[in-house]
């Protein structure tokens, strides 16, 4: 499960909300008194937020639920602008100069293990890298290094106010920033030597690194185009998208997915993005003001040895005239190839099918062996099936096939104590136009004149099909995007 997090100026008397992950629902809000600059989550799911001086507090940290678990007093009338935690729950912050302090560390309960004077009147950014080091960069233009216990470790200079900071698997380092020379946006290796420097033309205000080491850039509007940019390791540009004013802050999730959030739009402040940079849902999240940060959290999705399933009592498959059959919605996942067809346990799994493009499929596993990953790989000339069906309560299923795609990548990740794997399938599927009454409808928005549904999921839907949206209206569907998790399954198609 993915929650968001977003923060920014009073709305509706609250600084800071959590949202579920499909953006309309509201989990919980909370009232600092005055505007949040920033969010950040520890790995115990403890939220810390900044921002201006309020009721003698500038930090305050959450519970995952909302309740204050304590607050810090950083300087009077001094905001504090960014936060991070580091793996062992201590608590980085960094805010406008008080009494020559701009940064410190806090331990797990609040109290101060160091503090700085540094980035001259302000300190706009902190980030750490896994070994706890401390990255800070501000007001005078230069990134600063610094161990653990505070000890500076080195630095580089930007020439420029530096407004965001953030560390990739490796330990690279990239900072944004006023621009300076035609450069608003550098990566710099773990020597904090500079490896390449991007113009986004004005002012790049936040920078994250997603799961893959891709590197997104948020900021000012550039040449009245755009504002966000993802970036390849290698600095090749993936792809450019526009909020229409100033954003002010972004992050990924785990499936690569964009969160953007900034000035208040028409009715949007913060946006979502597939890892392609197709937008997802506009309007997503309205925060109402300007929102200046923006975080999600994931939840570990216990795996589920066969398969994928979804309490909801929702119809599975048409039988003549008679009712609808209904039960537990039931995934499943199958590689074909090799010496044989095998299962693939499924935690979560995308999808993203277009009118005259491959169809593309995501799986995420969570039950992760040696025996799995090899028989993965001698199945490399197979096929990735997704299946939909329900299952009843004598655990007899009744299943159909939703989508499939040949085999393209697998990607395994091991922790200490915990792995996953991921597969990817991409490939070109036949399909016969038909008509499909969509159900489930809960958001019809249109953008630029093309709507864009969320509904419950089609087993039957393909892309070329027209949706039959109630009301005698209809469009044609040319693209489906579905995200399933062991909480939730949602589908969004789009006629353009």
Same mark, same amino acid.
């Given at each position: 499960?993915i929650?968001v997090y977003?923060c ?9 909300r959590?949202?579920a992950?499909?953006g ?7 009232s600092?008194?005055?505007t949040?600059y920033?969010i950040a ?6 939220i810390a937020i900044?921002g ?5 507090? +500038?930090v305050r940290?959450?519970?995952?639920t ?8 950083h300087g ?5 602008r ?6 062992? %729950?201590n608590?980085? *912050?960094? %805010?406008?100069?008080?009494s +020559?302090?701009?940064l410190?560390?806090?331990d797990y ?7 700085k004077?540094?980035n ?13 080091r401390?990255?800070?960069g +501000?007001a ?5 290094r610094y161990?653990s216990?505070?000890?500076?470790s080195?630095t580089?200079t930007?020439n420029?106010e530096?407004?965001g900071v953030s ?7 990239y ?10 946006t550098r ?8 490896q390449?420097s /991007?113009?986004h033309g004005?002012?790049v205000?936040?920078?994250?690194v997603d799961g893959?080491?891709?590197? *997104? ?12 940019? /993802?970036?390849a390791?290698? %600095?090749?540009l993936?792809w ?5 004013d *100033?954003?002010y802050?972004c992050?990924?999730?785990i ?9 208040r ?6 946006r979502?993005?597939l890892?392609?940079?197709?937008l997802t ?5 309205d ?5 200046? %940060?923006?975080?999600?959290?994931w939840?570990a ?6 398969g994928? +399933? ?6 599975l ?5 008679a ?10 996942c ?6 044989g067809t095998?299962?693939?346990? *499924?935690s979560?799994f995308q999808?993203?099918?277009r009118?005259?493009?491959p169809?593309w ?9 040696d ?13 990735l099936?997704i299946?939909?069906g ?20 697998l990607?395994?990740? /091991? ?14 599927e ?10 489930g409808?809960?958001?019809r ?6 709507r864009?549904?969320r509904?419950?999921?089609?087993t039957?839907?393909?892309p070329?099909d027209?949706a039959?949206?109630g009301g005698?209206e ?17 589908m969004e198609v789009a006629?353009?």
């Open positions: 499960m929650t977003v920014g100026a009073v709305n509706l008397s609250v600084q800071f959590s949202y992950w499909d309309a629902t509201i989990n919980w809000g909370y600092h008194g005055a949040l920033g989550i520890a790995p115990d799911n403890r900044c201006e001086y309020y009721g003698q507090v +500038g940290v959450l519970s995952e909302g309740a204050q678990l304590w607050s810090f007093i009077a009338t001094s905001p504090v960014a936060v991070a935690f580091d793996s062992s %729950g608590l980085i *912050i960094g %805010g406008d100069s008080s +020559g302090t701009t410190r560390k806090l309960d609040g109290n101060v293990v160091w503090s004077s540094a001259g009147a302000r300190t706009r950014c902190v980030a750490v890298d896994s070994s706890g401390v990255y800070a +501000g005078d233009g230069v990134l600063r161990l216990d505070g000890t500076t080195s580089y930007h420029a530096i407004y560390v990739d698997s490796s330990d690279n380092v900072l944004g920033g006023v621009r300076y020379s035609s450069n608003s990566k710099l290796n773990s020597s904090m030597s500079l390449w /991007k113009d004005n002012t205000y936040a920078v994250a893959d080491d891709n590197l *997104i850039t948020a900021g000012a509007v550039a040449s009245s185009t755009y504002t966000t940019r /993802k970036y390791p290698d %600095g090749t993936s450019s998208a526009n909020h229409g *100033i954003v802050g992050c990924t999730d499936a690569g997915n964009v969160y953007t959030t900034g000035v739009i028409g009715s949007t402040t913060t979502r993005y890892p392609d940079g197709t849902v506009d309007p997503w999240i925060w109402g003001a300007t929102s200046y %940060g923006v975080q999600v959290r939840d999705i216990p795996s589920i040895p066969l994928l +399933g979804l309490a909801a009592p929702q119809p498959r048409e039988i003549g005239n009712a609808l059959l209904t039960g537990f919605i039931i995934y499943r199958y590689l074909t190839g090799g010496s095998i299962e693939i346990p *499924i979560s999808s993203r099918r009118v005259n493009s169809t499929i995501s799986v995420v596993s969570q039950a992760v062996t025996t799995m990953v090899s028989d993965i790989n001698a199945r490399t000339s197979g096929q099936i299946k939909r329900v299952k009843y309560p004598d655990d007899t299923e009744q299943l159909d096939e939703l989508m499939r795609a040949d085999f393209e990548s990607r395994v990740d /091991k922790g200490a104590t915990s792995a996953s794997l991921s597969i990817d399938g991409r490939g070109t036949t399909t016969t136009a038909k008509t499909r009454i969509l159900q409808i809960s958001y928005p249109t953008t630029g004149g093309a864009r549904v509904c419950a999921v089609d039957y839907l393909q070329g027209t039959d949206l005698a209809t469009m044609p569907v040319a693209e489906i995007v579905i995200w399933v998790s062991t909480t939730h399954a949602t006629e353009t």
